[in-house]
């Protein structure tokens, strides 16, 4: 029969999930370290522990040499010749020679010394026990029951240990109270002074991988697989499954009948959103269906090798594939593995206008060069970003009347003063000065249509002059009408009259 000792000892170790024989060393060790604290002696010692009778035994003991050339510690070594006159008999090299010591003389202090001694080797032996126990066991779900409230991190009891769940590893929809079991997920198990550290969470993606297996079926046999999950705790979640029977509609089977089973996850996640997703190889049909539950155009690989897509949305659709506060785009990212940038039908236009005009190297002229704008209104165009005369040529009447402080009078002027910038008058309107005298080619050397009839009309007369110079005979200088009526139509002041030629009468 066992020791009342022993009896403890057993207690002991079943409380703290260790091997009994870990408590028995640390006893024996205890008594060795008091004994020679007493005794105040170098000698090496050894204790013993007798289970039948709960009595402890300490010894020194002496390895016995077979030549005196092979002492090195004279205190713990002796020769086969003196242990032989020692003992009287027989003694073999290699052999112990043992000498007990009386423990009865230990007093007060040394059995307090004996006790903070057994006590830290118990505590060393709990926290190894524990690491080893859960060390392999991260991202495993396991249950737990809440212990207390320790300010914003909760501290639950897993069974063998206890673990901390930081703020961050919360859901904000969450709230426990003290004796509510909940299943977390393991975390890391990190080694500290004060032992092994464990670390659980509720808001790892695992814990919705775990509950999706023990609510539906056909993930838990692995016909249907989940290939991806990305979450935001207290928020939403998006996760992509594929089946392995064609017969087996994925999507169908996680949502459940009238959707039973997906409400019942988020039923235990307080009224989380969850989107579930057909997963796919093609990463660009798989991206417009992470993207739901906003329609895409179109989708385009910009980057093969730094996975990056661009994600083209109608102009109403855009604001519903970002999601909140960036939400839907961030979570189809992870979900996806690539970078994404999401982009509507209008900014996709005008980034490919932008390309193209800096292709063909465009013009670009300050608005500045259009005298026929005041001051004024040059302000108001540049405070709106309108620093150039194409930019304002491209833009519509709409998007300038957007524009503090443009109305309708100061519209049309800007379309006037843009016109005459180019070179496009309207019938009766005054040109510059320049104008008259500036005859530029329109298109391959071609002349504007009333120069080109003055210039008709010129030749002709130089013409009739030459002939009748070679005939000697007068020419009558007579006005010319389609020269007169271009005149008037550019509203240029008319030319001085030339002389006559001589001879010739006054008209």
Same mark, same amino acid.
């Given at each position: 029969m066992s020791s009342a000792l022993y009896q403890s000892i057993e207690m002991l170790s079943r409380e703290k999930n260790i091997d009994p024989e870990i408590v028995v060393h640390a006893v024996e060790e205890a008594i060795v370290l008091a004994t020679r604290k007493y005794?105040? &002696?170098?000698?090496?010692?050894?204790?013993?522990?007798?289970?039948?009778? #709960?009595?402890?035994?300490?010894? %020194?003991?002496?390895?016995?040499?077979?030549?005196?050339?092979? /002492?090195?510690?004279?205190?713990?070594?002796?020769?086969? %010749?003196?242990?032989? *006159?020692?003992?009287?008999?027989?003694?073999?090299?290699?052999s112990e020679l043992r000498t007990y010591l009386d423990t009865r003389p230990l007093g007060r202090i040394a059995a307090q010394l004996a006790k903070q001694v057994i006590f830290q080797k118990v505590r060393d032996a709990e926290r190894d026990t524990v690491f080893n126990e859960y060390a392999h066991r991260?991202?495993?779900?396991?249950? %737990?029951?809440?212990?207390?409230?320790?300010?914003?991190?909760?501290?639950?009891?897993? =069974?063998? %240990?206890? *673990?901390? /769940?930081?703020?961050?590893?919360?859901?904000?929809?969450?709230?426990?109270?003290? =004796?509510?079991?909940?299943?977390?997920?393991?975390?890391?198990?990190?080694?500290?002074a004060k032992g092994p550290q464990v670390l659980v969470s509720r808001a790892a993606p695992e814990l919705v991988q775990n509950l999706f297996q023990s609510e539906v079926p056909e993930i838990y046999d692995n016909t249907v697989v989940i290939r991806a999950i990305a979450r935001e705790a207290g928020e939403r979640t998006k996760i992509a499954v594929m089946s392995r029977d064609k017969d087996v509609d994925p999507v169908g089977a996680c949502v459940g009948m009238k959707g039973m089973r997906v409400q019942s996850i988020i039923r235990e996640l307080r009224g989380e959103k969850i989107d579930i997703i057909e997963y796919s190889e093609e990463i660009t049909t798989f991206a417009e269906k992470a993207l739901q539950p906003a329609k895409v155009s179109r989708v385009s690989i910009v980057d093969l090798a730094n996975k990056q897509l661009e994600v083209i949305?109608?102009?109403?659709?855009? &604001?519903?594939?970002?999601?909140?506060? #960036?939400?839907?785009?961030?979570?189809? *990212?992870?979900?996806?593995?690539?970078? !994404?940038? !999401?982009?509507?039908?209008?900014?996709?236009?005008?980034?490919?206008?932008?390309? /193209?005009? &800096?292709?063909? #190297? =465009?013009?670009?002229?300050?608005?500045?060069?259009? &005298?026929?704008?005041?001051?004024? !209104?040059?302000?108001?165009?540049? *405070?709106a970003g309108i620093t150039t005369v194409e930019s304002l040529a491209d833009m519509t009447p709409e998007q300038l009347e957007e524009i503090p402080g443009i109305g309708e009078k100061t519209l049309e002027r800007i379309s006037i003063a843009v016109r005459h910038y180019f070179g496009e008058y309207a019938e009766g309107e005054a040109r510059p000065a320049s104008a008259e005298t500036a005859v530029e080619p329109t298109a391959a050397g071609e002349l504007p249509a009333a120069d080109e009839a003055v210039a008709d009309e010129a030749t002709e007369t130089k013409a009739v002059a030459e002939t009748a110079a070679e005939a000697d005979a007068p020419v009558v200088d007579e006005p010319i009408p389609q020269v007169e009526a271009a005149a008037e139509a550019t509203e240029t002041e008319p030319a001085a009259e030339e002389d006559s030629p001589a001879g010739a009468p006054d008209a």
């Open positions: 005794y105040k &002696s170098q000698q090496t010692m050894r204790g013993e522990l007798d289970r039948e009778t #709960g009595e402890i035994h300490v010894y %020194a003991y002496r390895t016995v040499l077979a030549t005196d050339e092979e /002492m090195t510690d004279p205190i713990n070594q002796l020769t086969l %010749a003196d242990a032989q *006159a020692e003992l009287g008999q027989e003694v073999e090299p290699g991260e991202k495993e779900v396991l249950s %737990a029951t809440v212990k207390r409230i320790e300010g914003p991190d909760l501290v639950v009891d897993l =069974g063998k %240990a206890e *673990a901390r /769940m930081p703020r961050r590893e919360q859901s904000r929809l969450e709230s426990f109270t003290v =004796g509510e079991r909940i299943r977390v997920v393991l975390l890391k198990v990190d080694r500290t949305v109608d102009d109403t659709q855009l &604001s519903l594939a970002i999601g909140k506060k #960036g939400q839907n785009v961030r979570l189809a *990212a992870k979900l996806l593995g690539w970078k !994404i940038d !999401i982009k509507s039908e209008e900014e996709k236009r005008q980034e490919v206008e932008q390309q /193209m005009t &800096s292709m063909s #190297g =465009g013009p670009s002229t300050p608005i500045e060069q259009i &005298s026929e704008l005041g001051d004024s !209104i040059l302000q108001k165009l540049v *405070a």
